[in-house]
């Protein structure tokens, strides 16, 4: 099990390493990512290297006992790259260029900047592929930067000439009969750079798709140069979870590690959810394999704009949290609390205080407990239920236009996870057109776009006896965002779900209908009629009244759900659990279950209320190496199973 975080020694003097490899031993470090933004070290001048001083670090870690996941640096380019290559700079969707002083100036489809990430990957590698301390690579950080320049634009048409073949089909494919929006030639095709208003929806969508393509070639590009001098698995850090640059489930395909960055976004319960949230889509990303958390905070909860502190014993929840859903281990961001730059305000394992803190004291127990899980390495997590997600989908509701300001993609997968996640249900994500059929039960929270091979897969999920929830704007377009024409969903989804929605209509902002048994609902409302499905709830409002909220239909072995409209949260909890068959108990402790192939299992168990548990049977505690019969408010323990 992984223990430590990003480690910038080029930030501090001799006497301050002294005194990390000495608080590195006391916390269980045993991995630092190194180099993640030393460019301006490693490469003061273009192609000319200064190795000796990360020499100098490498050696200095491995003699500690640390090893060094190998940043690559090319997220923050240096000043000279700047001036030796202005086209490199990343350009604003409405025109203005950005210049280095922060970090991320850069255009991923700029050649100078590709050769140069290039190269720099490769010097290192062939420097440090051997090296004993390096067990792992860290190819860039967090692939957030988007560009609308003139490389941008060349490399998007030659995107766009290889998926749709001719201009004949792009025009087609964009509905450009639409407001005199015909493309006579290639060279008239944009990126959606800023307009007056709305844009093409197409556009839109192929311009996500082209960027998630340009950060997998990117990426590769690296990681081949790596693997020219190097067998350490290489890996790309993702934020999550709201990060969309990239389609995930193809990235989980090219990298030979998942890793993720994870910071929540609220306190309290809500950054629990949270990170059970992102740790299940990162384990569904790597494919059910073994994953790694590579930053979290040891003291940030981000709330809005300000970044809020953890409370005491949230460090090991969270920590836990994610080990329990898979990962094989704990970094954080960062080792040590910068004095200056523009991140000085964010925690750290040693914070500004230094080593006598509450911090550090945690972050040395944190280090303890995960140092006992070893025996956890290598095992998995498997689950029943699943909730869909599809990079598509989420970036087809971007787009200008939409019949409601309240959709909302992220917040729906979300409130389905947490939903499931109260009912105490470990859950994957998985793709529309992924094979389903290990899964008793899938909840498809938001896929207003849905190609015709994933409906047609849902449809077969349902036949072969699966359940499935589906939810209110689902299937409404096909993969071009042409509207589904007769009624939507897509055809073989309605056959399913024995429905077929013939009018949407949204609901006014902080608008509340109330449904047949009392639920509350927000936001949306269908007119649908029943093609064989059995109404569950009706409408009582309006127009809608008496027609059908909430459906279900047997279709072959299986149950088709579908929810027309937006139900409050203990409604939804309500409808969740009733669907599942569970009970509906508040949350309370979060039980996980890891599995070794070899039969051995362990519970991970999180208190997450404000009493003490008892266990049914005292068990073996790994966290504290003693046996455990209760968990305090706020505690957690890793039970040994089966031996
Ligand atoms: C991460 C990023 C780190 C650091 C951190 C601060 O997303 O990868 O470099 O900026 O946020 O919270």
């Known amino acids: 099990m992984f223990f430590g975080g990003d480690y910038n020694p080029e930030q501090w003097d001799e006497a301050v390493w002294k005194e990390d490899d000495a608080l590195m031993r006391r916390a269980r470090v045993n991995l630092a990512t190194v180099g993640v933004f030393s460019w301006a070290l490693l490469e003061p001048e273009e192609g000319r290297y200064d190795f000796a001083w990360l020499d100098a670090h490498l050696d200095r870690l491995h003699a500690n006992g640390v090893s060094v996941d190998l940043a690559t640096p090319t997220a923050s380019p240096p000043p000279w790259f700047t001036l030796a290559h202005p086209d490199a700079m990343p350009v604003t969707r409405d025109g203005a260029r950005h210049i280095h002083g922060s970090r991320d100036t850069y255009c991923l489809a700029s050649p100078a900047y590709r050769t140069a990430a290039r190269n720099i990957a490769r010097a290192l590698a062939e420097r440090y592929g051997e090296h004993p301390a390096v067990v792992m690579w860290h190819v860039h950080n967090e692939y957030v930067t988007l560009c609308w320049c003139d490389h941008t634009a060349a490399a998007f048409r030659d995107w766009l000439r290889d998926r749709h073949g001719s201009l004949e089909a792009l025009n087609e494919a964009w509905g450009t009969a639409f407001w005199s929006q015909r493309y006579g030639s290639w060279e008239q095709v944009l990126p959606p750079r800023a307009t007056n208003w709305h844009q093409n929806p197409g556009q839109h969508l192929d311009f996500r798709r082209f960027w998630s393509d340009l950060v997998l070639a990117a990426f590769r590009e690296q990681r081949d140069a790596i693997r020219e001098h190097s067998d350490r698995p290489v890996t790309t850090n993702m934020m999550l979870p709201g990060y969309q640059n990239v389609d995930l ?52 909860v981000y709330d809005g704009d300000r970044i809020l502190g953890k409370e005491p014993g949230e ?105 499931l996640w109260e009912a105490g ?47 209110h704007f689902t299937g409404f377009v096909d993969e071009y965002l042409h509207a589904r024409l007769g009624g939507y969903p897509a055809t073989p989804l309605r056959e399913a779900l024995g429905i077929r929605v013939e009018e949407h ?8 209908i109330v449904l047949s048994d009392g639920t509350r609902a927000t936001v949306w409302s269908e007119l649908l009629r029943s093609e064989g499905a059995e109404t569950v709830l009706t409408y009582t409002h309006g127009m809608l009244t008496g027609h059908p909220a909430l459906t279900r239909h047997r279709f072959g072995q299986g149950e088709g759900w579908y929810l027309s409209t937006r139900l409050d949260d203990p409604g939804y909890a309500a409808l969740i659990t009733r669907i599942l068959g569970v009970g509906t108990e508040p949350p309370g402790v979060e039980s996980v279950t890891r599995h070794a192939t070899d039969g051995r299992s362990w519970e991970f168990l999180l208190n997450h209320t404000a009493t003490t548990i008892s266990l049914p049977e005292s068990a073996h505690d790994l966290l504290t190496g003693a046996p455990v019969s209760e968990l305090p408010p706020g505690g957690c323990a890793v039970l040994r199973k089966n031996r």
């Open 505 to 512: 209509r949204p609901l006014r902002r902080g608008e509340h």
């Open 425 to 471: 249900v470990t859950v994957d994500f998985a793709h529309p057109e992924h094979d389903l059929s290990r899964y008793r039960f899938i909840v498809a929270p938001a896929l207003f776009l849905l190609s015709d091979a994933g409906a047609a897969n849902l449809r077969r999920y349902v036949s072969g006896g699966g359940t499935l929830l589906v939810q």
């Open 315 to 419: 460090i090991l929840r969270h920590t836990i949290g994610h080990i329990a859903r898979g990962s094989e281990g704990a970094l954080f961001f960062q080792w040590r609390q910068s004095r200056a730059g523009a991140e000085q305000w964010h925690s750290a394992m040693v914070p500004h205080a230094g080593a006598d803190s509450r911090i550090f004291r945690e972050v040395q127990a944190v280090g303890e407990a995960v140092e006992r899980l070893g025996e956890v390495e290598g095992s998995t997590v498997t689950a029943e239920v699943a909730v869909l997600h599809d990079a598509d989908a989420w970036w087809a509701m971007e787009v200008d236009g939409l019949p409601s300001a309240d959709l909302d993609y992220h917040g729906s997968l979300r409130r389905a996870h947490r939903a």
């Open 249 to 300: 489930w193809a990235l989980g395909r090219e990298v030979d590690v998942i890793s993720i960055d994870h910071y929540p976004d609220a306190p309290g319960l809500d950054a629990a959810a949270d990170t059970a949230f992102a740790a299940d889509r990162a384990r569904s990303f790597a494919g059910g394999r073994p994953w790694l958390l590579m930053e979290q905070g040891a003291n940030t």
